[in-house]
């Protein structure tokens, strides 16, 4: 049976350019339940040998395929992961882990040393900026800082 059977019927499909190995290793290491599930190898006449060319993993349950394409494409902000986050030591980790290497962007975004952007953002976040000095506060914060958000709620 094909890796893809077992697959949801929509799942991110990740381009990096030769690295996705490398990508998903890193990834498998900073979320929990999280586990590589499969690769898919093709010959390499270079090196009369194979090569990696998708790899199947899950991050804490959502599956994706990273596939080694090449350098004809890049990452854009266009496309983003948001990692909800229930606390500030979360958002925290995850925004450690995630930019280093990386770039920090602004309101909880970064761009990982991948060139994948993450949304790190804590679970409140919604309920918290329907208060307009609290979505001023958002607007000027790179990292997140729920207890700072919530003071600005709280004027």
């Known amino acids: 049976m094909s890796v893809l059977q077992g697959f949801p019927r929509i799942t991110p499909f990740l381009w ?4 996705a190995e490398e990508a998903v290793n890193f990834y498998l290491t900073i979320f929990k339940n999280s586990r590589r599930l499969d690769e898919l190898r ?3 006449e270079s090196r009369k040998a194979e090569k990696v060319l998708t790899v ?3 991050l804490d349950g959502q599956k994706f395929t990273a596939l080694n394409g090449g350098p004809h494409f890049s990452f854009t902000e266009a496309i983003s992961f948001t990692v909800r986050c229930d606390s500030q030591e979360e958002v925290d980790y995850y925004w450690s882990k995630l930019s280093a290497g990386g770039k920090e962007i602004e309101c909880g975004w970064l761009k990982d040393r991948f060139g994948l952007c993450w949304q790190i953002v804590p679970a409140r976040l919604p309920e918290l900026i329907k208060n307009p000095k609290a979505f001023q506060a958002m607007m000027k914060m790179k990292k997140f800082d729920i207890a700072e958000l919530e003071r600005a709620a709280q004027e």
Request: hydrophobic fraction near 40%; glycine fraction near 0%.
């Open 42 to 44: 093709i010959p390499d």
């Open 56 to 58: 199947a993993f899950e």
């Open 16 to 19: 990096f350019d030769s690295n």
